[in-house]
């Protein structure tokens, strides 16, 4: 990924694992870095396929240790230059505008989570969904509980929108990144999707 300049960040002397022990799975280089939005800091991690990981919290240090703890088979490369299409793009989407760009996602799930993944990109902008739903729409109605664990396990915060899931009763549930984070881009896609107005960067 040519526009991903980065430094190496391995600690001196220590050599790179073809595999993780504890996770019996091949490593992978994922390269990161973080910037400002409306609704905290977004940390993401690139591997050549695309975006591996976007997360949102308070703190560049505190999502660092979040994604070296989701994936520790892996070794890093901090502080690239996040391309500035996909960095707009990501920002306009946590202020609820519908998608403009389309950015690669590299994912790895099992078969259930990525026909959930899947189905969660397929609501439409400005509505929700229950699990129960998302359960019906991947041909296994009785498994909201497994949907709910696999919204858990989604580590692309917005592009794979699971902040767009929330309980029959239409309380919202839980979400990763926190409950206020989720109802604000719940807020902001509503409003947007009503009014049609233009939210850009």
Known sequence: M?????SRSTRPGQRPLAHSP??????EDIAFGSFDSPL?????????RGIRYLALGDSAAGLERDLRATMPWASFSRNVRVPAPWRDEIVRRLRGAS????????????PFE???WAA???????????YQQIAADVGRPTASRAVAQACAHNNVAVLIPC??????????????WGVERKQALLDA????????RPVDA
């Not at 504890?22 to 490593?27: D, E, F, M, N, V």
């Not at 800091?41 to 591997?47: D, F, I, K, N, R």
């Not at 998608?99 to 099992?110: A, S």
């Not at 896609?189 to 049609?196: I, K, N, S």
């Open 2 to 6: 040519s526009a991903l300049a980065s």
């Open 22 to 27: 504890a996770a019996g799975r091949l490593s």
């Open 40 to 48: 905290g800091t977004v940390l993401l991690g690139l591997t050549a």
């Open 99 to 110: 998608p403009r760009v389309e950015i690669p996602l590299h994912t790895e799930g099992t």
């Open 114 to 116: 990525e026909s959930v």
């Open 120 to 130: 969660l990109r397929r609501i439409p902008h400005g509505e929700q969904r229950s």
């Open 163 to 176: 902040h767009r899931v929330v309980r029959q009763t239409g309380e919202l549930g839980g979400y990763r």
């Open 189 to 196: 896609e509503r409003m947007a999707a009503e009014t049609r």
